[in-house]
Structure formats: structure tokens, C-alpha cells
């Protein structure tokens, strides 16, 4: 019998590296695979999900497998930002869910619960603060259908570094600038627009046209392009 462990990766914001995996010692001749599988090529869209998987073999009826992992951020914008967050119970049994976050002392965290009472043990070192959250023996969750895509089906802890949208404004706006300038074919398309129709209805009807025959839209949702658009020339 066979079970299996998988994690989602964001390839270009995080990384992760496999810390601890043991299955009653069994697991040493176990390695990951990483495959991308992208849910909407056809549509244009590409979010470079990666997912890190590996099969743990001779899995027995009262077999408790217990794994780590630790996750290395790399942020491409703002840099003293932190946004994390993280079930405390699973649609199936699970004996023990442990989470560790460590951020610089100094900047106090934000923490929400969402239908849990679960704590963090919070232990400073020299400069940094670390806070561990356990949900040993949750009950499991069974989901609804139907409910919004971003919604919270499992008690959760979410975890942010500030309490302000304006920090976030701040860390975004620099990469949305009104200031640039359309290609020179792309504005002389505009501009026989403008000498052809006086109408602005009419207009607005030509350059919705010229919009929907002539340019192509793609998604490239990773790294950089997750966040920071694409330069109009491009």
C-alpha cells in the first residue's frame, strides 16, 4: 500500500525545502518529484504553481507518517511585507499540525483566528521573535459546495505584518505609473481613430474593436508577473 505527500510551490515567491520526512524509517529511498501543471493554458493564463511530490511505500493500516517542511520567502515587492496563513484541520484525521513562523522582533505580527481558539507559543531570540501554533487531534472538517473560491473551509491562523491597506498602496503603486507611453504603431491606430469618427460613442466602438482583433492577452502570473505589469511595449 502506497499514500503520498504533495505540496503546492509558488515558483517565483517561495521555495521550499523538504526539512524531515520518516514513515517508520522506510522513507530514505523516497525522493520528490516537482511537476508544473497549469489549470488554464488554453485560456491564456499561467500561474507557475509547481507541486512537489513523492510516494511513501509500504504504508500499513496504524502507520503514523510525520513530515516537515520549511518554506524560504523571497519577496519580489515589498520587502518588509508578511502575509501568511494556515489550516489547523483537514478534511481527513491528522494527529498533529505544527506551524513556525520567526520574524525580526521588532515589527509585531498581525494574527487572526477564523473559527479556531488555537494560540501561539511566542519565544524571543536576540533579534528575532518566533511563534509555534499546534492543533493536535483536530477533528476534520468536511467542506460545502458551492462556496466562494477564496473562502476558509478550514479553521484557520492568518498572519500579517501590518494592519494598514496603505502599506500595502505603498508597496504596489510605484509599479503601476500612468506616466508611460503607448507604442508609435499602437498611438497612430488611436489617433486615425480620432481624425475618423467625431462621435465619441463611435469611437469608443472602433477602439474596442481595434483592441479585441489586434492584441492578445496572456497571463504570465509568476515571479515578477504575479504582481508588476508588463511594460506596454511589450
Not at 484541520?89 to 494527529?95: F, V
Not at 501561539?120 to 472538517?141: H, L, R
Not at 476558509?152 to 505609473?177: E, F, G, H, N
Not at 479585441?212 to 504570465?220: A, H, M, W
Amino acid at each position: 500500500m502506497r499514500d503520498r505527500l504533495y505540496f503546492s510551490i509558488t515558483g517565483g515567491i517561495r521555495r521550499y525545502l523538504a526539512r524531515r520526512a520518516d514513515h517508520a524509517g522506510r522513507l530514505p529511498g523516497a525522493t520528490f518529484d516537482v511537476f508544473r501543471r497549469e489549470k488554464d493554458p488554453e485560456k491564456g493564463l499561467f500561474d507557475g504553481w509547481l507541486t512537489a511530490y513523492v510516494n511513501v511505500d509500504d504504508v500499513r493500516v496504524g502507520d503514523i507518517i510525520d513530515y516537515g517542511r520549511t518554506t524560504v520567502r523571497t519577496p519580489i515587492v515589498g520587502a518588509d511585507l508578511f502575509f501568511h496563513s494556515v489550516a489547523v484541520a483537514w478534511g481527513g484525521p491528522i494527529a498533529l499540525i505544527r506551524e513556525k513562523v520567526t520574524w525580526p522582533a521588532s515589527q509585531p505580527l498581525n494574527i487572526r483566528q477564523i473559527r479556531t481558539e488555537i494560540q501561539p507559543e511566542v519565544k524571543t531570540e536576540s533579534a528575532s521573535k518566533s511563534y509555534t501554533w499546534q492543533s493536535i487531534n483536530p477533528a476534520p472538517v468536511k467542506s460545502e459546495d458551492n462556496l466562494p473560491a477564496d473562502f476558509p473551509t478550514y479553521p484557520t491562523i492568518q498572519i500579517s505584518s501590518t494592519s494598514k491597506w496603505q502599506d500595502i498602496v505603498d508597496a504596489m503603486l510605484p509599479y503601476y505609473r500612468l506616466d508611460q507611453e503607448l507604442p508609435a504603431a499602437f498611438a497612430s491606430k488611436l489617433d486615425d481613430i480620432a481624425a475618423r469618427y467625431a462621435n465619441p460613442e463611435d469611437r469608443m466602438i472602433e477602439a474596442m474593436r481595434l483592441v479585441q482583433d489586434t492584441i492578445r492577452y496572456v497571463s504570465l502570473s509568476m515571479g515578477r508577473g504575479s504582481y508588476i505589469p508588463a511594460a506596454l511595449a511589450r
